[in-house]
């Protein structure tokens, strides 16, 4: 239901902040493209050309009709002869054959396997893709290489993990959590983020908020949750990262990877009978449980609606309404605060951002860029 191509309206913003974009992607065929694109250069550490096919990506899944000539091209932004040119070759023949080429190659293929286990990045695939490994089972054979504990329950329950948690699954682990929560603060704020917030029907992890009405209350109670966890036998694997925030500090440009709030990386172990689609259901091993990714993170009740803004994504969003931020209204603003110049600007909710920024409110369900 993608209405034909009706041209350029030439309104099209350069930032994912002042577009909506929904799930509903009308020009799909491209957008695959050119995401295997970006990652081919983002696995060869070209951040400009990754960055020109992450953006021009962007643009496309913003738009309500359907790319079907060159001159549909027109007025929008993001889009350079490079990006043009995969355009006009899959108008033409269906497909790129830059991206066959990619899609074919092996230090690609490699790369993406071992950078889809938990635990490994870039670096540790590009080591592994060196030695000469291949495949999961030539690395779980190499016995020179040394596993961290992430790695190692990547490996264990990778499986799992690479199958994608759904909507439903994502309700079991939130019922779980939240009710961990509850058991030692009542008032406890637990909420989805991430792509769940954004109404993907499956995602790789499930993302949560979890904070006190009271400032500073949060403090202690993720190691209670933990805890509890661990005493039901759910809880397969965590990694603790303290909090490192101080509200001294003024905020950085370059805060793009992470934040100093207290957050767990997590591997739940979610008993198939507890999602309401899969009851009593078993896999060939007789195993009736499936290792869910979950990440936790636990800011104070004045930086929550930061915090929540930074992790409901997409990150392509986040990129660019950091740079609005930073451009357009020469503030500085990150998953703590939002900084102009001289002071920090209060929120208590997103749309509260939103309007510091001059920037009208988008609901989470059209922040898919
Ligand atoms: P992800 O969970 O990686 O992505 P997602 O939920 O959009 O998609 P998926 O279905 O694949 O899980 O990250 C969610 C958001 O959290 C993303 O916008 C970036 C943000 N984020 C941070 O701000 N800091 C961090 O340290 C991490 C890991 C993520
Ligand atoms: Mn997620
Ligand atoms: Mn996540
Ligand atoms: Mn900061």
Redesign the pocket.
């Known amino acids: 239901n993608c209405s034909a191509g009706l041209g350029s309206s030439g309104t099209i913003s350069q930032y994912a902040c002042q577009r909506k974009t929904t799930l509903k992607n009308c020009n799909k065929i491209f957008t695959d493209a050119f995401d295997v694109l970006a990652e081919h250069f983002e696995f060869n550490e070209n951040k400009g050309h990754c960055l020109a096919f992450m953006r021009a990506s962007s643009v496309l899944k913003s738009l309500s009709y359907t790319i079907r000539n060159y001159r549909d091209l027109e007025g929008l932004a993001c889009l350079g002869p490079q990006t043009k040119a995969v355009i006009q070759e899959i108008l033409e023949y269906g497909n790129s054959l830059k991206v066959q080429d990619v899609l074919m190659d092996e230090r690609y293929k490699t790369i993406k396997l071992f950078t889809s286990i938990f635990g490994v990045g870039l670096k540790t695939a590009e080591k592994w893709y060196r030695k000469g490994l291949r495949s999961l089972d030539e690395v779980k054979a190499d016995t020179s290489l040394r596993f961290t504990k992430m790695q190692k329950a990547g490996l264990l329950y990778y499986d799992d993990i690479i199958s994608?948690?759904s909507w439903e699954e994502a309700k079991a682990v939130g019922q779980i959590v939240k009710d961990a929560c509850r058991r030692f603060d009542p008032d406890a704020a637990v909420v989805i983020?991430?792509?769940?917030r954004?109404g993907?029907e499956?995602?790789?992890?499930?993302?949560f908020i979890i904070t006190t009405p009271e400032n500073g209350k949060e403090v202690g109670l993720l190691q209670k949750v933990l805890s509890e966890l661990t005493y039901q036998g759910i809880l397969l694997y965590y990694d603790v990262i303290d909090s490192t925030f101080d509200n001294a500090q003024i905020p950085s440009k370059m805060f793009e990877?992470?934040?100093h709030f207290e957050?767990c990386?997590a591997i739940l172990k979610l008993k198939k009978e507890l999602v309401s689609s899969k009851q009593s259901e078993k896999d060939i091993n007789g195993k009736d449980w499936k290792a869910i990714r979950v990440?936790l993170?636990i800011p104070p009740m004045n930086c929550y609606a930061f915090a929540l803004l930074?992790?409901?994504?997409?990150?392509q969003?986040?990129r660019d309404l950091r740079r609005y931020a930073n451009v357009e209204k020469k503030m500085l603003l990150d998953?703590h605060g939002l900084y102009d110049k001289t002071t920090f600007l209060s929120a208590k909710t997103e749309e509260d951002i939103f309007a510091h920024l001059g920037l009208e409110y988008l609901d989470p369900s059209e922040r898919n860029a």
């Not at 983020?193 to 769940?196: K, L, R």
């Not at 930074?310 to 990150?315: D, E, H, N, V």
């Open positions: 994608s948690v983020t991430g792509g769940f954004r993907k499956f995602g790789h992890d499930v993302d990877a992470m934040d957050k990386f990440d993170v930074g992790w409901s994504g997409s990150r969003f986040e998953n």
